[in-house]
């Protein structure tokens, strides 16, 4: 395998931290965001920490600029080995209190964008053997309370991650889904929900995580290369992940608890 990788989503967060992880071991490295700005800072730290690469602007709602971006690989690389769809956005909101633009937004970014960029790269990564890597959450595999549409559109790519891992294994392309919890990240830059008190509550999970972007990027760089289809960042995740899987009425219960003081304090806030 040669060592070329497309990320979307690279201007910042976990994209940029990815973007450096594999820069250090020399990669050429095409990077993907709607954010000029923060795309030519990726490249700069890119550069700094021994690999290179290009930047184009793409929005992963529309198919075409994924295909422009997938024919700028094949101009500039040659090809490509590994992708990683991980633009995405932000949400919350009880589903009560959703609109269908809300829900539209995370499906077109979130699940969409993940499918657009697959479709648009899979014949490179066929010519090339190469690698998927797909981020989740995960809210794909706990669904908490208040943002259902978060959780909708994560666990879709969760379900397209599975699908392709077993379609695409006769063509020799290696699929892997990342499903990290809450990390250090400016991912409420891009929040999108009616609710500006769970936007304070996610900022503070956020904040008070033990975890940063960069440990979760050199942890993805470890499983990837044993071969680890499903990625769970988190050792806390991992566990209530296994409790899920032996009892999940239990962890139905612990969040309709949850959601229940979630809407308390609300009433009490308001």
Known sequence: MQNRMMITGAGSGLGREIALRWAREGWQLALADISDAGLNETLRLVRAAGGDGFVLRCDVRDYSQLTALAQACEERFGGVDVIVNNAGVAS?????????EDW???????LMGVVKGCKAFLPLLERSKGRIVNIASMAALMQGPAMSNYNVAKAGVVALSESLLVEL???GVGVHVVCPSFFQTNLLDSYHGPSAAM???IGKL???SPITASDIADYIYQEVARGSFMILPHEQARMAWQAKQKNPQTIYDEMARV????????????
């Open 199 to 201: 936007k304070g509550q």
């Open 92 to 100: 919350g909101g009880f589903f009560d209190e959703l609109t269908l």
């Open 104 to 110: 539209d937004s995370q499906i077109s970014i979130n």
């Open 206 to 208: 956020l904040e008070s």
């Open 259 to 270: 959601a229940e003081k979630m809407r308390s304090k609300r009433g009490v806030e308001a």
């Open 169 to 171: 294994a006769a063509l």
